[in-house]
């Protein structure tokens, strides 16, 4: 008898947890305050910068080296500050193009 009133407790309790976790969650979500909203429009910007690097299997490739990727990086960002800075992104951005058809190619295959 004791024993069931006290498993109902625990689990009642465990409810009360979880829906104040949603709550929690969901204002977090929804909080319209400017500096959470830029830290949003930052952190969604971050993983998608993250998601070209593996797309262009920069991780395989280097075996996830940092300071390799870093060091590509820095490597383009100079040939970007270069006096062929349009002819550079000119190239780079045709082959962009070219590996995001050929990667939605592959996904529909």
């Given at each position: 008898?004791?024993?069931?009133?006290?498993?109902?407790?625990?689990?009642?309790?465990?409810?009360?947890?979880?829906?104040?976790?949603?709550?929690?969650?969901?204002?977090?979500?929804?909080?319209?305050?400017?500096?959470?909203?830029?830290?949003?429009?930052?952190?969604?910007?971050?993983?998608?910068?993250?998601?070209l690097?593996?797309?262009?299997?920069?991780?395989?490739?280097?075996?996830?080296?940092?300071?390799?990727?870093?060091?590509?990086?820095?490597?383009?960002?100079?040939k970007?500050?270069?006096?062929?800075?349009?002819?550079?992104?000119?190239?780079?951005?045709?082959?962009?193009?070219?590996?995001?058809?050929?990667?939605?190619?592959?996904e529909?295959s």
């Amino acid at each position: 008898m004791l024993a069931d009133q006290l498993a109902k407790t625990l689990a009642s309790h465990k409810r009360s947890i979880q829906a104040r976790n949603r709550l929690l969650a969901h204002r977090a979500r929804h909080d319209m305050r400017d500096w959470r909203v830029k830290r949003r429009e930052r952190t969604r910007q971050l993983i998608e910068l993250g998601g070209l690097i593996a797309k262009a299997e920069l991780i395989e490739l280097t075996d996830d080296d940092r300071a390799v990727i870093l060091g590509l990086l820095v490597e383009a960002a100079a040939k970007l500050k270069g006096d062929n800075r349009d002819q550079q992104l000119l190239l780079w951005r045709r082959r962009g193009a070219r590996a995001f058809t050929q990667n939605q190619l592959a996904e529909r295959s």
